[in-house]
């Protein structure tokens, strides 16, 4: 590195020998925990047993990211910057991994990972290594708020963190492979949600090394005319850093580095000294450098460095092939160890003197810890929001409506840590109180004919789920709290991210050093029963089932029959920890059942027996009629109208399900009810039917040891549907009243010959009900309008 090469750039010569020794350090400690099982200083020549007998891990993408994590580390010191590092190439994790150990958060969290030769040791031995840490940037990673495992989340978790945090700088290098997801294509607009002047800054660093698993990457190919386009037709300043010289490349990216800082810096001073939020055009860098740069040149005379062949094990088999293992020896020494380690292992003073310190570290940095961060929310008294209900069904209510004047005041309370995030559907989903205290996030151009617009809004919505969940999760990742509420049918698009933050909440349980964090909080409306006018592709009530088969000890499913519920409901999810709670609830005028007090109790409780419905009088029933969900809960205690007014002698038992997980057993969810508790409430033997929410299946999965197991039969959506009316639509899936007392007819010994009128009755009822809709175009209104009996005596 000459003088001459210096003058290129900002760094001087010592800058530039100090920056790149950090880089070599680091470059060094990724491979060695990707192959060495022992040796970990060379202190003698690298033999077979030496090399871990299965070789995991990725190289290709780690060179890049330890060059951007060492050059972050400069502009942190150099500016006192507030920075959290976010790694798309997941796959990176040995190098953060490195970069952690460096900085010495790594030995603080774990000690026996000591800076020293016994600690790097057990650095190198503990990655992707029985009973040691995951290859990707796990949640063992100090720093990290994403893992990476599946791609295409990076930016949009950035993104999120950055909400509501003006002090904060998120870095966030996008692989160019993830680049091609939808989710990550989707995320290069999320600029358009952020305010400079109330928000932190988002630098995203596009590391272009041009290839994935087995193939060139898209945005690698393209004219570079065309990449810039691209970034810049998304309101970003791209800036190129392109090279294969290390020396050069530091060059080039320090002074990009410098640039992109200086012009976010000026970005935020301007929009804060003015109170402009209108969307600037943010910097970003484009980092086009090697796959695999600096690893092996050429394996076996088939080149390797700059390919698709870096991207993992670049020498897989270092234990049986001797060539190999002289050339990971090779490759090892050449990153000179014995300049970066003294005589006990630990990194010289040099590179020690060269992180940020304390809190300023990335990976020490709270915000990548955001339990530390996380304060309560304001909650006003949800009870101060009832509805009253002097008698069953009166008065009918929207029950989202209501929830909304609730969350309105939440919004109004915590005005730094609470947003609200859905795809467009914040008013369709009846929640349209929170536009009284804070518009739509908003930056971009807008016109006097749009509503609730503006760079100050605190209610996130796009037209992409992905977004909505990213933003959400990289929110509360970093401290702060939100609900998503969303269709239920298309709910099913953030799946696989559920299934990542579920993974997450499951192994930070595990981790001390953790802080929980607020739960995730699905409101999930519009949903299966209540989608007769848009159809059969808008009708799937699945997102449960998915939900249940992560653990236990992470998910929470809760079916509130009416407001008074829904309210109690989520004033208990917005003050949980390190769940996901999934709610369901009706937007439509709907019965509300409940007072609050007893709407309280009956949410304590998560199940239990209705007595004003039933008629079993403190005895043993004739049958139970059990629900979950709030149509469902109609046509329940419709059916026990029906059944109280034609069979007076049966005694029926009405139980309803809030919490769903009380159905399973004590030792298979914390929620759980023991097995005595349940065989009270629903009997060892008697009937029971059950009309439920979703798909039947689900609850036999959840109740398949109870004792009375054998007795239940469970109606739900059976994926019947079209455009129709709300009950030729539970009718189509036999979830109606009529067809709920033709099953306790059929299932209660000795009452089907006793009963055979009443069952003619219900058959033809159906038949007059659906050639009402049919002549009508509507619901026969005295089905419609069914209330429960004012002169009931319960």
């Given at each position: 590195?000459?003088?001459?090469?210096?003058?290129?750039?900002?760094?001087?010569?010592?800058?530039?020998?100090?920056?790149?020794?950090?880089?070599?350090?680091?470059?060094?400690?990724?491979?060695?925990?990707?192959?060495?099982?022992?040796?970990?200083?060379?202190?003698?020549?690298?033999?077979?047993?030496?090399?871990?007998?299965?070789?995991?891990?990725?190289?290709?993408?780690?060179?890049?990211?330890?060059?951007?994590?060492?050059?972050?580390?400069?502009?942190?010191?150099?500016?006192?910057?507030?920075?959290?590092?976010?790694?798309?190439?997941?796959?990176?994790?040995?190098?953060?991994?490195?970069?952690?150990?460096?900085?010495?958060?790594?030995?603080?969290?774990?000690?026996?990972?000591?800076?020293?030769?016994?600690?790097?040791?057990?650095?190198?031995?503990?990655?992707?290594?029985?009973?040691?840490?995951?290859?990707?940037?796990?949640?063992?990673?100090?720093?990290?708020?994403?893992?990476?495992?599946?791609?295409?989340?990076?930016?949009?978790?950035?993104?999120?963190?950055?909400?509501?945090?003006?002090?904060?700088?998120?870095?966030?290098?996008?692989?160019?492979?993830?680049?091609?997801?939808?989710?990550?294509?989707?995320?290069?607009?999320?600029?358009?949600?952020?305010?400079?002047?109330?928000?932190?800054?988002?630098?995203?660093?596009?590391?272009?090394?041009?290839?994935?698993?087995?193939?060139?990457?898209?945005?690698?190919?393209?004219?570079?005319?065309?990449?810039?386009?691209?970034?810049?037709?998304?309101?970003?300043?791209?800036?190129?850093?392109?090279?294969?010289?290390?020396?050069?490349?530091?060059?080039?990216?320090?002074?990009?580095?410098?640039?992109?800082?200086?012009?976010?810096?000026?970005?935020?001073?301007?929009?804060?000294?003015?109170?402009?939020?209108?969307?600037?055009?943010?910097?970003?860098i484009i980092l086009r450098t090697p796959k695999g740069w600096t690893g092996p040149r050429e394996v076996d005379g088939i080149r390797v460095e700059g390919t698709y062949r870096s991207h993992q094990v670049p020498l897989p088999g270092t234990r049986e092939n001797p060539e190999h293992l002289a050339q990971l020896e090779r490759w090892l020494r050449?990153?000179?160890?014995?300049?970066?380690?003294?005589?006990?292992?630990?990194?010289v003073a040099e590179l020690t003197a060269m992180p940020p310190k304390g809190i300023r570290r990335m990976s020490g940095n709270p915000h990548a810890n955001g339990g530390e961060l996380l304060r309560d929310l304001v909650l006003p008294d949800y009870r101060d929001y009832a509805v009253e209900v002097h008698h069953p069904v009166h008065p009918t209510?929207?029950?989202?409506?209501?929830?909304?004047?609730?969350?309105?005041?939440?919004?109004?309370?915590?005005?730094?840590?609470?947003?609200?995030?859905?795809?467009?559907?914040?008013?369709?989903?009846?929640?349209?109180?929170?536009?009284?205290?804070?518009?739509?996030?908003?930056?971009?151009?807008?016109?006097?004919?749009?509503?609730?617009?503006?760079?100050?809004?605190?209610?996130?919505?796009?037209?992409?789920?992905?977004?909505?969940?990213?933003?959400?999760?990289?929110?509360?990742?970093?401290?702060?709290?939100?609900?998503?509420?969303?269709?239920?049918?298309?709910?099913?698009?953030?799946?696989?991210?559920?299934?990542?933050?579920?993974?997450?909440?499951?192994?930070?349980?595990?981790?001390?050093?953790?802080?929980?964090?607020?739960?995730?909080?699905?409101?999930?409306?519009?949903?299966?029963?209540?989608?007769?006018?848009?159809?059969?592709?808008?009708?799937?009530?699945?997102?449960?089932?998915?939900?249940?088969?992560?653990?236990?000890?992470?998910?929470?499913?809760?079916?509130?029959?009416?407001?008074?519920?829904?309210l109690s409901t989520m004033d208990h999810c917005l003050r949980s920890r390190q769940y996901v709670n999934v709610i369901v609830a009706g937007k439509q005028p709907a019965p509300n059942w409940l007072t609050m007090e007893q709407a309280a109790l009956h949410c304590r409780r998560g199940l239990g027996i209705w007595e004003w419905a039933s008629t079993?009088?403190?005895?043993?029933?004739?049958?139970?009629?059990?629900?979950?969900?709030?149509?469902?809960?109609?046509?329940?205690?419709?059916?026990?109208?029906?059944?109280?007014?034609?069979?007076?002698?049966?005694?029926?038992?009405?139980?309803?399900?809030?919490?769903?997980?009380?159905?399973?057993?004590?030792?298979?969810?914390?929620?759980?009810?023991?097995?005595?508790?349940?065989?009270?409430?629903?009997?060892?033997?008697?009937?029971?039917?059950?009309?439920?929410?979703?798909?039947?299946?689900?609850?036999?999965?959840?109740?398949?040891?109870?004792?009375?197991?054998?007795?239940?039969?469970?109606?739900?959506?059976?994926?019947?549907?079209?455009?129709?009316?709300?009950?030729?639509?539970?009718?189509?899936?036999?979830?109606?009243?009529?067809?709920?007392?033709?099953?306790?007819?059929?299932?209660?010994?000795?009452?089907?010959?006793?009963?055979?009128?009443?069952?003619?009755?219900?058959?033809?009822?159906?038949?007059?009900?659906?050639?009402?809709?049919?002549?009508?175009?509507?619901?026969?209104?005295?089905?419609?309008?069914?209330?429960?009996?004012?002169?009931?005596?319960?």
């Amino acid at each position: 590195m000459t003088s001459t090469q210096a003058l290129q750039g900002p760094l001087t010569d010592d800058e530039l020998r100090r920056l790149d020794a950090y880089w070599r350090a680091a470059n060094y400690l990724t491979v060695g925990q990707i192959y060495l099982l022992d040796n970990p200083l060379l202190r003698e020549p690298l033999k077979p047993d030496h090399i871990k007998p299965r070789l995991l891990g990725h190289w290709g993408t780690s060179p890049g990211l330890n060059m951007i994590y060492a050059h972050t580390n400069r502009q942190i010191v150099n500016r006192d910057l507030n920075a959290i590092y976010i790694i798309g190439p997941g796959h990176g994790g040995p190098a953060i991994v490195a970069n952690t150990w460096l900085e010495g958060t790594y030995s603080e969290l774990y000690p026996s990972v000591s800076q020293d030769e016994a600690g790097m040791a057990r650095l190198f031995r503990q990655f992707s290594f029985p009973g040691g840490i995951p290859s990707h940037v796990a949640p063992e990673v100090p720093g990290s708020i994403h893992e990476g495992g599946e791609l295409g989340y990076s930016l949009m978790h950035a993104y999120g963190a950055a909400f509501d945090n003006p002090d904060l700088t998120v870095v966030c290098v996008v692989g160019d492979g993830e680049a091609e997801t939808g989710p990550l294509s989707a995320s290069w607009l999320s600029n358009v949600f952020l305010n400079p002047a109330r928000d932190g800054a988002v630098l995203p660093i596009l590391h272009l090394n041009g290839w994935k698993i087995a193939n060139p990457t898209v945005l690698d190919r393209i004219d570079e005319s065309d990449l810039m386009a691209l970034f810049t037709g998304s309101g970003y300043e791209p800036i190129m850093v392109s090279g294969d010289e290390p020396a050069l490349v530091h060059q080039s990216l320090a002074a990009a580095m410098d640039q992109a800082l200086d012009t976010i810096a000026a970005i935020q001073r301007h929009a804060r000294s003015t109170g402009d939020g209108t969307r600037p055009r943010w910097p970003m860098i484009i980092l086009r450098t090697p796959k695999g740069w600096t690893g092996p040149r050429e394996v076996d005379g088939i080149r390797v460095e700059g390919t698709y062949r870096s991207h993992q094990v670049p020498l897989p088999g270092t234990r049986e092939n001797p060539e190999h293992l002289a050339q990971l020896e090779r490759w090892l020494r050449s990153y000179k160890p014995e300049e970066l380690f003294d005589p006990i292992g630990a990194p010289v003073a040099e590179l020690t003197a060269m992180p940020p310190k304390g809190i300023r570290r990335m990976s020490g940095n709270p915000h990548a810890n955001g339990g530390e961060l996380l304060r309560d929310l304001v909650l006003p008294d949800y009870r101060d929001y009832a509805v009253e209900v002097h008698h069953p069904v009166h008065p009918t209510r929207e029950a989202c409506r209501v929830l909304g004047e609730w969350l309105r005041d939440v919004a109004r309370a915590n005005p730094d840590r609470f947003r609200l995030f859905g795809p467009d559907e914040v008013a369709s989903n009846r929640l349209g109180a929170a536009f009284e205290v804070s518009d739509r996030a908003f930056t971009a151009r807008t016109t006097e004919y749009d509503e609730f617009l503006s760079p100050d809004g605190r209610v996130m919505e796009v037209l992409s789920e992905h977004l909505c969940q990213g933003w959400l999760e990289g929110y509360l990742l970093t401290g702060r709290h939100g609900v998503f509420t969303s269709y239920e049918a298309f709910i099913h698009v953030v799946d696989s991210m559920l299934n990542q933050h579920a993974k997450w909440l499951k192994t930070t349980n595990e981790i001390p050093w953790r802080r929980p964090i607020a739960s995730l909080n699905y409101l999930l409306s519009s949903h299966v029963w209540r989608q007769d006018h848009n159809g059969f592709s808008h009708q799937d009530p699945g997102f449960i089932d998915h939900v249940v088969n992560k653990k236990s000890e992470v998910v929470r499913v809760y079916l509130p029959p009416d407001a008074n519920t829904l309210l109690s409901t989520m004033d208990h999810c917005l003050r949980s920890r390190q769940y996901v709670n999934v709610i369901v609830a009706g937007k439509q005028p709907a019965p509300n059942w409940l007072t609050m007090e007893q709407a309280a109790l009956h949410c304590r409780r998560g199940l239990g027996i209705w007595e004003w419905a039933s008629t079993d009088a403190g005895s043993e029933p004739d049958v139970v009629l059990a629900c979950a969900g709030d149509v469902p809960t109609l046509e329940t205690l419709a059916a026990a109208d029906l059944l109280r007014t034609h069979l007076p002698d049966l005694k029926v038992r009405v139980v309803n399900v809030v919490d769903l997980m009380r159905l399973q057993p004590e030792s298979e969810h914390p929620h759980g009810l023991s097995d005595q508790e349940f065989d009270t409430i629903f009997t060892t033997e008697q009937p029971i039917v059950f009309a439920y929410h979703g798909y039947p299946w689900l609850i036999h999965r959840l109740t398949y040891r109870r004792t009375n197991h054998d007795n239940l039969h469970v109606r739900g959506y059976k994926e019947e549907g079209t455009t129709t009316t709300p009950f030729d639509m539970v009718m189509l899936n036999d979830l109606d009243r009529f067809h709920l007392v033709i099953d306790v007819i059929d299932r209660v010994p000795g009452l089907g010959s006793r009963a055979a009128h009443l069952r003619q009755a219900m058959v033809d009822a159906r038949q007059q009900a659906r050639a009402y809709t049919r002549t009508h175009g509507e619901d026969d209104p005295k089905i419609a309008e069914w209330t429960w009996p004012m002169d009931d005596p319960s």
